[in-house]
């Protein structure tokens, strides 16, 4: 492993529950969070103070989203998804879409993806709050969505251990293979390297090249336990993992290598399982969450 300094410089006490997903906004050094406590709260990484919350939901929310300025996608759980306008701390508008959960959200030019507990990936115009499209849904819950413009493909990782791949233009499923043995928990695309990395239940990392037809590239048994979200640097050169086995690893994107683990032992890292990752521009900041309700704010020097 590589020469890596990390050490703790906050951590962003509050939330009540497990803490499921990080988003970034265009405000530098703000970023929101999302709990099993049903509360949205919005932090600013450069003081030490304990957030704001957004609003309170009856639910858990999984997934969050902020698809452009000002506004944020909430899903609901076993209710539907909610449109906040985060900054005044209004609701704009809702839209029942399900009774079960509601694992992931993503958007791109006016759309969004919400995946969903059974097994569904609702296509939504979020302006006007009305479906646009229901893709075909797999065996097992929607649990992971990356979005490639470029590609113009959706990326799609089920509890079923398939990734889908679908065609944005048609909606029109391209692909579908028995990715990992387990449930798929967490799919992103990096066009730098011309990969699409998934993380799974299984424990495995594995890197797909979407120009070869998806073809594996590499397998690396990442974790103890599940690998729970994967998030890249802003340059790209690196990435990081989290696990149910309560560390977060940085990799070396070219190699797939590991470079270092972050955990309670040598970095006062996380009691529990680790579930969002975000790595900020701010200052280069990296966040993790989990299920100890804590957002801990890492520096991580090269």
Known sequence: MGSIQVQ????????????????????EGVILSSAG?????????????????????????????????????????????????????????????????IFDIQSLHGLAYVGTGDGEVVVVDYKKMAVVRTLPSGSGSARSIAVSDKRRE????????????????????????????????????????DLLLSGSRDARLKAWEPGKDYALRQEVVAHLFAINHIAYSPDNKHFVTCSLDKTVKVWDADRLALLKVIDKARHAGHSSSVNRLLWTSFQNRLISAGDDRMISVWDVIF
């Open 37 to 101: 406590d049903g509360m949205i709260v919005r932090w600013g990484l450069g003081h030490p103070d304990e957030g704001e919350m957004i609003a309170k939901l009856p639910n858990s929310v999984y997934a969050i989203h902020v698809p452009e300025a000002n506004l944020l996608l909430a899903g609901h759980n076993y209710d539907g998804i909610h449109l906040l306008d985060w900054r005044n701390k209004k609701e704009v508008a809702s839209l029942q879409l399900t009774r079960s959960a």
């Open 154 to 193: 959706l990326a799609v990782g089920y509890s079923d251990h398939f990734i889908r791949i679908f065609d944005l233009d048609t909606y029109a499923l391209k692909k579908e293979w028995v990715a990992h043995q387990n449930s798929v928990f967490s799919v992103i695309y990096n066009h730098a390297h």
């Open 8 to 27: 703790k410089v906050q951590s962003l006490t509050g939330h009540r529950s497990a803490i499921y997903n990080l988003q970034p906004t265009e405000d």
